[in-house]
Structure formats: C-alpha cells, structure tokens
C-alpha cells in the first residue's frame, strides 16, 4: 500500500507539473485581443481610403455632368475626353460605395461578404482595372483640356467652362492617388493570403 501511494503521489506531481508548464508556455489571452485590435484598425484605413475615393470621384463626375453654360458654351458631352472622364469617374464611385459596405460589413462582423479567398483577389483585381481606368480617363482629360486652354474661341470666350472642367479632372486624380493606396492595401492581403493562408499577417 505504501509503494503503491507512493507511486501515484508521484504520478500526481508529475501531471501537475505537466499542467503547470503547460500554463506557462500558453501566451496570455492579450496577444489575441492586440491582433484583433490591429486587424480592425487596417479594415478602418481600407474604408477611409475607399470614403476618400469614393468622394472625389462622385465629386468629379458630378462637376463634369453639370459643365454646361448654355447654348453658346461648350458641353462636355461634345467632347470624346470628358465623357470618358465622367464614365470612369462614375464607375470608380459606384464600385467604392460597394466596397464601402464590405469593408463596413468586414469591420461589423469580422469576416468577409465572399469567402475570403475570392475577396482579397476580387479586390486585388477591380482595384488594378479601376485605378488604371481612373488614370486613363484623367490623363486623356488633361491632355483636351491644354488643348482647349491654347484656343481663343474655347476656353477665352467660356473660361468658366474650362476652369470647371478642370476641377472635375483633378478631382479625378485624387480619386486615383487613394484608389491607389487601396491598391496597395488589397495587394497586402494578397500576399498575406498566398503566404500565410490570411488575409492579415499579424
């Protein structure tokens, strides 16, 4: 009886011992909380970034949809350059407000609208296509409206016309420089996922 209380003294000392190292080796609940913490503070910058862009593009298109003096003045629609402007601004304003609600949808709840896998390449790929389409579409604006401000019977006769067409175009490139920082963000999730099986390495 001795021997065999002795032996199961021991064995109790030894699962203890177990349990203890087992306690304080295990990493204290805090560092799950500072990553969670982290994670959220990026969705937040991803939805300013997307609200920024989001604005300015609206914001362009509307001050390019509304450049019309009157019969006598230009209209942009008369002008192959501007309409693009106003398409592109205008797609690019209604694919941030819907990247608006995911990232408000992602920071609500935690998770993404799609499986996770086909959001970070969903994003990826319409930042890329938009932020080039965005870029286009400002580039060619530019380029007409230097033209337009070198003619007399143009931009002398209807200044109004070509100062308002120029604020819609560089309205339109500061949409572009936070789709951009969209852009970089999206590809950050990327390669988190690729390597790490996450949209986030934390």
């Known amino acids: 009886?001795?021997?065999?209380?002795?032996?199961?003294?021991?064995?109790?000392?030894?699962?203890?011992g177990q349990f203890d190292n087992h306690y304080q080796h295990t990493p204290p609940h805090f560092h799950s909380t500072v990553s969670l913490q982290k994670l959220r503070r990026i969705n937040i910058l991803i939805f300013v970034f997307r609200l920024a862009t989001f604005s300015f593009s609206f914001?362009?298109?509307?001050?390019?949809?509304?450049?019309?003096?009157g019969d006598s003045s230009p209209h942009w629609?008369?002008?192959?350059?501007?309409?693009?402007?106003?398409?592109?601004n205008a797609i690019v304003a209604v694919y941030s407000l819907f990247e608006m609600g995911a990232s408000v949808w992602e920071i609500s709840r935690g998770a993404t609208v799609f499986p996770e896998v086909l959001q970070v390449w969903f994003d990826f790929a319409h930042d890329q296509v938009f932020?080039?389409?965005?870029?286009?579409?400002?580039?060619?604006?530019?380029?007409?409206?230097?033209?337009?401000?070198?003619?007399?019977?143009?931009?002398?006769a209807s200044n109004a016309f070509c100062v308002q067409a120029d604020i819609s175009i560089s309205l339109g490139f500061a949409g572009?420089?936070?789709?951009?920082?969209s852009c970089l963000l999206s590809g950050f999730r990327v390669v988190s996922f690729i390597i790490n099986?996450?949209?986030?390495?934390?």
């Open 1 to 16: 009886m001795r021997n065999g209380g002795g032996a199961e003294a021991t064995t109790m000392r030894q699962q203890r």
């Open 59 to 69: 914001a362009s298109a509307v001050f390019m949809l509304t450049n019309s003096r």
């Open 77 to 88: 629609h008369d002008f192959d350059a501007f309409r693009f402007v106003l398409a592109a």
């Open 131 to 156: 932020a080039y389409l965005l870029l286009s579409a400002n580039a060619a604006g530019t380029s007409l409206a230097r033209t337009l401000n070198g003619m007399v019977d143009t931009c002398t």
């Open 176 to 181: 572009f420089l936070f789709l951009g920082m």
């Open 197 to 202: 099986g996450s949209r986030f390495h934390l």
